[in-house]
């Protein structure tokens, strides 16, 4: 005999209809270990005769691999961010995996509320990536240069699938940094 009784009703906690609350949320995921990169890319300028534009530049751990054939790449924008702005204008962007002691980079570009990350580039050491235009970070453990070749929107972040143009192992030393537990971190 088929039971036609409705489903139990369960309680859920506020804010989400799946019945997970955004502090269990966070605790849960910040068990998972992230590499973290840099995310750089350079915006135009507003006038063609004007200065030549800014650099712009963001700390991700929600960066990763999605195919060798062809070589793509993905990386989690928050909506509406800087960052997820200037690359719905214009398609191309860099990557620089740091190292476990380019921890100072992270925390500079996490920053939230700044102004312009001109200033922020000033000390760092680096190369302008010929295919993307955009800062390459010396010492990083690697870098890649993109162009977007789709975005997704899920929920309040933008995934947004890049083409590697380049890649490169620049021979840095040492471990990549981690981020666990919201704490940068080495590799032991």
């Known amino acids: 005999m088929l039971n036609t009784s409705p489903a139990p009703t369960v309680s859920t906690p506020a804010g989400h209809a799946e019945g997970v609350t955004d502090d269990e949320f966070r605790a849960a995921l910040s068990r998972l270990a992230a590499g973290v990169v ?31 054939d062809p070589p793509l790449v993905m990386v ?9 702005d200037l690359l719905a204008e214009q398609p191309l ?13 992270a925390g500079r570009f996490a920053m939230k509320g ?30 890649l240069e993109c162009r977007t070749e789709q975005r997704v ?4 972040h933008t995934l947004v699938i890049g083409r590697v143009l380049t890649a490169s192992v620049r021979g840095a030393d040492g471990g990549p940094l981690a981020y666990f537990r919201g704490r940068y971190r080495q590799l032991d």
Do not use: C, K, Y
């Open 76 to 84: 989690s924008l928050r909506e509406g961010s800087r960052m997820d």
């Open 93 to 105: 962007w860099a990557v620089s995996v740091l190292a476990e002691n380019q921890r100072q980079i």
């Open 153 to 156: 929107t899920a929920g309040d």
């Open 114 to 143: 700044r102004v312009s990350d001109r200033l922020l580039f000033a000390d760092i050491p680096h190369v302008r990536g010929e295919a993307s235009g955009a800062l390459l970070v010396d010492g990083a453990l690697a870098t």
């Open 38 to 68: 840099l995310v750089t890319a350079h915006e135009p300028p507003l006038d063609p005769e004007g200065p030549r534009g800014e650099d712009v530049g963001m700390t991700a751990t929600s960066f990763m691999s999605v195919s060798l």
